[in-house]
Protein backbone atom coordinates (compact mmCIF):
# COMPACT_ATOMS: atom_id res chain seq x y z
CA UNK A 1 0.00 0.00 0.00
CA UNK A 2 1.13 3.69 -0.58
CA UNK A 3 1.95 5.43 2.60
CA UNK A 4 0.07 9.14 3.40
CA UNK A 5 2.75 10.15 4.77
CA UNK A 6 4.51 12.21 1.84
CA UNK A 7 0.60 13.49 1.23
CA UNK A 8 0.75 14.31 4.98
CA UNK A 9 4.14 16.34 5.21
CA UNK A 10 2.99 18.06 1.97
CA UNK A 11 -0.13 19.32 3.26
CA UNK A 12 1.52 20.82 6.30
CA UNK A 13 4.38 22.41 4.22
CA UNK A 14 1.37 24.37 1.72
CA UNK A 15 -0.98 24.55 4.98
CA UNK A 16 -3.99 22.27 5.90
CA UNK A 17 -6.56 24.09 5.03
CA UNK A 18 -5.43 24.75 1.71
CA UNK A 19 -4.41 21.34 1.41
CA UNK A 20 -8.05 19.85 1.95
CA UNK A 21 -9.71 22.39 0.18
CA UNK A 22 -7.55 21.47 -2.84
CA UNK A 23 -7.93 17.91 -2.35
CA UNK A 24 -11.86 18.33 -2.20
CA UNK A 25 -11.50 20.22 -5.89
CA UNK A 26 -9.31 17.52 -7.59
CA UNK A 27 -11.85 15.11 -6.35
CA UNK A 28 -14.87 17.10 -7.56
CA UNK A 29 -13.09 17.51 -11.10
CA UNK A 30 -11.88 13.79 -11.12
CA UNK A 31 -16.28 13.68 -10.75
CA UNK A 32 -17.08 15.34 -13.37
CA UNK A 33 -14.41 13.95 -15.71
CA UNK A 34 -16.13 10.41 -15.16
CA UNK A 35 -19.72 11.69 -15.71
CA UNK A 36 -18.52 13.38 -19.01
CA UNK A 37 -16.83 10.27 -20.38
CA UNK A 38 -20.25 8.38 -18.79
CA UNK A 39 -21.97 10.46 -21.21
CA UNK A 40 -20.39 10.61 -24.19
CA UNK A 41 -20.03 6.96 -24.28
CA UNK A 42 -23.80 5.89 -23.98
CA UNK A 43 -25.20 4.45 -27.08
CA UNK A 44 -28.52 5.94 -27.80
CA UNK A 45 -29.89 3.39 -30.49
CA UNK A 46 -32.83 5.07 -31.71
CA UNK A 47 -30.72 8.45 -32.62
CA UNK A 48 -27.92 6.02 -34.39
CA UNK A 49 -30.76 4.24 -35.80
CA UNK A 50 -32.36 7.27 -37.44
CA UNK A 51 -29.34 8.62 -37.93
CA UNK A 52 -28.56 5.93 -40.53
CA UNK A 53 -32.19 6.26 -42.02
CA UNK A 54 -31.78 9.07 -43.01
CA UNK A 55 -28.28 9.08 -44.00
CA UNK A 56 -28.92 5.69 -46.03
CA UNK A 57 -32.47 7.77 -47.42
CA UNK A 58 -30.54 10.82 -49.00
CA UNK A 59 -27.89 9.59 -50.35
CA UNK A 60 -29.38 6.23 -51.45
CA UNK A 61 -32.57 8.36 -53.33
CA UNK A 62 -29.88 10.65 -54.88
CA UNK A 63 -27.61 7.76 -55.82
CA UNK A 64 -30.49 5.76 -57.21
CA UNK A 65 -31.59 8.53 -59.13
CA UNK A 66 -28.28 9.42 -60.70
CA UNK A 67 -27.53 5.85 -61.86
CA UNK A 68 -30.97 4.69 -63.04
CA UNK A 69 -31.75 7.71 -64.77
CA UNK A 70 -29.26 9.57 -65.72
CA UNK A 71 -25.69 8.83 -67.37
CA UNK A 72 -24.32 6.40 -64.92
CA UNK A 73 -20.74 7.02 -66.20
CA UNK A 74 -20.95 11.13 -65.60
CA UNK A 75 -22.70 10.73 -62.01
CA UNK A 76 -23.70 14.28 -62.44
CA UNK A 77 -26.63 14.35 -59.80
CA UNK A 78 -24.15 12.70 -56.78
CA UNK A 79 -21.54 15.11 -55.71
CA UNK A 80 -19.11 14.11 -52.75
CA UNK A 81 -20.17 17.42 -50.99
CA UNK A 82 -23.72 15.74 -50.19
CA UNK A 83 -21.92 13.33 -48.19
CA UNK A 84 -19.97 15.53 -45.57
CA UNK A 85 -23.68 17.61 -45.59
CA UNK A 86 -25.43 14.56 -44.52
CA UNK A 87 -23.16 14.17 -41.38
CA UNK A 88 -24.04 17.23 -40.09
CA UNK A 89 -28.26 16.86 -41.22
CA UNK A 90 -28.49 13.52 -40.02
CA UNK A 91 -25.72 13.34 -37.44
CA UNK A 92 -25.70 16.92 -36.02
CA UNK A 93 -29.33 18.08 -36.14
CA UNK A 94 -29.19 20.35 -33.76
CA UNK A 95 -25.91 22.33 -35.11
CA UNK A 96 -26.59 25.92 -36.64
CA UNK A 97 -24.23 24.96 -39.52
CA UNK A 98 -26.84 21.86 -39.77
CA UNK A 99 -30.20 23.94 -40.55
CA UNK A 100 -31.76 24.51 -43.78
CA UNK A 101 -31.05 28.32 -44.07
CA UNK A 102 -26.84 27.04 -44.29
CA UNK A 103 -27.61 23.60 -45.89
CA UNK A 104 -29.62 24.75 -48.83
CA UNK A 105 -28.36 28.29 -49.05
CA UNK A 106 -24.61 27.18 -48.48
CA UNK A 107 -24.51 25.26 -51.28
CA UNK A 108 -26.11 27.34 -53.92
CA UNK A 109 -24.37 30.47 -52.80
CA UNK A 110 -21.32 28.21 -53.15
CA UNK A 111 -22.25 26.70 -56.62
CA UNK A 112 -22.83 29.94 -57.75
CA UNK A 113 -19.40 31.45 -56.76
CA UNK A 114 -17.41 28.29 -57.69
CA UNK A 115 -19.69 29.02 -61.54
CA UNK A 116 -18.99 32.47 -61.57
CA UNK A 117 -15.07 32.48 -61.22
CA UNK A 118 -14.47 29.31 -63.71
CA UNK A 119 -16.17 31.05 -66.09
CA UNK A 120 -15.06 34.34 -66.09
CA UNK A 121 -11.99 34.58 -64.02
CA UNK A 122 -9.21 32.96 -66.50
CA UNK A 123 -6.09 31.26 -65.29
CA UNK A 124 -4.60 28.09 -63.78
CA UNK A 125 -7.40 25.97 -61.96
CA UNK A 126 -5.22 26.49 -58.93
CA UNK A 127 -6.46 29.95 -58.73
CA UNK A 128 -9.77 29.85 -59.99
CA UNK A 129 -10.07 27.29 -56.77
CA UNK A 130 -8.50 29.04 -54.07
CA UNK A 131 -10.64 31.89 -55.49
CA UNK A 132 -14.01 30.22 -55.70
CA UNK A 133 -13.30 28.57 -51.94
CA UNK A 134 -11.90 31.86 -50.25
CA UNK A 135 -14.75 33.87 -51.78
CA UNK A 136 -17.68 31.30 -50.97
CA UNK A 137 -16.55 30.78 -47.43
CA UNK A 138 -17.14 34.58 -47.06
CA UNK A 139 -20.27 34.82 -49.24
CA UNK A 140 -21.58 32.20 -46.72
CA UNK A 141 -20.45 34.78 -43.76
CA UNK A 142 -21.95 37.41 -45.13
CA UNK A 143 -25.48 35.66 -46.01
CA UNK A 144 -25.17 33.88 -42.98
CA UNK A 145 -25.48 30.46 -44.76
CA UNK A 146 -22.39 28.60 -43.43
CA UNK A 147 -22.32 25.18 -44.11
CA UNK A 148 -18.50 23.67 -44.46
CA UNK A 149 -19.52 21.25 -47.03
CA UNK A 150 -20.31 24.09 -49.65
CA UNK A 151 -16.62 24.59 -49.39
CA UNK A 152 -16.33 21.64 -51.53
CA UNK A 153 -19.06 22.35 -54.05
CA UNK A 154 -17.68 25.77 -54.80
CA UNK A 155 -14.62 23.45 -55.54
CA UNK A 156 -15.82 20.97 -57.53
CA UNK A 157 -17.35 23.58 -60.12
CA UNK A 158 -13.51 24.26 -60.89
CA UNK A 159 -12.34 20.77 -60.88
CA UNK A 160 -14.98 19.06 -61.93
CA UNK A 161 -14.95 16.88 -65.07
CA UNK A 162 -16.04 18.68 -68.72
CA UNK A 163 -19.60 17.58 -68.00
CA UNK A 164 -19.31 19.65 -64.99
CA UNK A 165 -18.07 22.69 -66.69
CA UNK A 166 -20.51 22.18 -69.59
CA UNK A 167 -23.48 22.02 -67.03
CA UNK A 168 -22.49 26.25 -66.49
CA UNK A 169 -24.98 27.75 -63.76
CA UNK A 170 -27.36 24.20 -64.38
CA UNK A 171 -25.18 23.32 -62.26
CA UNK A 172 -26.72 25.27 -59.63
CA UNK A 173 -29.92 23.83 -60.36
CA UNK A 174 -28.91 20.26 -60.74
CA UNK A 175 -27.12 18.34 -59.22
CA UNK A 176 -26.69 20.87 -56.39
CA UNK A 177 -30.08 22.49 -55.75
CA UNK A 178 -32.23 19.24 -56.91
CA UNK A 179 -30.06 16.96 -54.47
CA UNK A 180 -29.68 19.36 -51.84
CA UNK A 181 -33.40 19.61 -51.18
CA UNK A 182 -33.78 15.69 -51.36
CA UNK A 183 -31.06 15.62 -48.52
CA UNK A 184 -33.53 18.51 -46.50
CA UNK A 185 -36.95 16.39 -47.19
CA UNK A 186 -35.72 13.25 -45.61
CA UNK A 187 -34.45 15.30 -43.07
CA UNK A 188 -37.87 16.81 -42.33
CA UNK A 189 -39.19 13.04 -42.32
CA UNK A 190 -36.08 11.22 -40.06
CA UNK A 191 -35.39 13.72 -37.61
CA UNK A 192 -38.91 14.56 -36.75
CA UNK A 193 -39.77 10.35 -36.66
CA UNK A 194 -39.64 10.79 -32.49
CA UNK A 195 -39.65 13.07 -29.88
CA UNK A 196 -36.61 13.65 -29.00
CA UNK A 197 -35.85 14.55 -32.74
CA UNK A 198 -36.77 18.15 -33.63
CA UNK A 199 -35.75 19.53 -36.98
CA UNK A 200 -35.36 22.37 -37.78
CA UNK A 201 -34.55 24.54 -34.25
CA UNK A 202 -35.66 27.42 -35.85
CA UNK A 203 -38.91 26.94 -37.35
CA UNK A 204 -39.50 30.35 -39.31
CA UNK A 205 -36.25 29.23 -41.34
CA UNK A 206 -37.59 30.03 -44.51
CA UNK A 207 -37.66 33.89 -43.59
CA UNK A 208 -34.44 34.28 -45.24
CA UNK A 209 -35.33 37.97 -45.59
CA UNK A 210 -34.60 38.40 -42.04
CA UNK A 211 -31.01 38.97 -41.15
CA UNK A 212 -31.11 38.61 -37.45
CA UNK A 213 -31.20 34.86 -36.96
CA UNK A 214 -29.70 33.95 -33.31
CA UNK A 215 -30.49 30.36 -34.27
CA UNK A 216 -30.95 29.28 -37.99
Known amino acids: MCS??????????????????????????????????????????REHLWTFTGAFLGIGIIGFI??????????????????????LIYGAINSPLAQPRNLIGGHVICALVGVTIYKFVPGEIWLTSALSVALAIVAMQITKTLHPPGGATALIANIGSAKVHALGYLYVLSPVLSGVLILFLVAMM??????????????????FWKRKYDHQ
Open 4 to 45: KKPFVQYGLRLGFPTFVYMKKKIHHHAKRVKYIIYQETLLDF
Open 66 to 87: SSEYLTVHDNLFMIGSFGASSV
Open 190 to 207: CNNATPHRSYPKNKKWFK
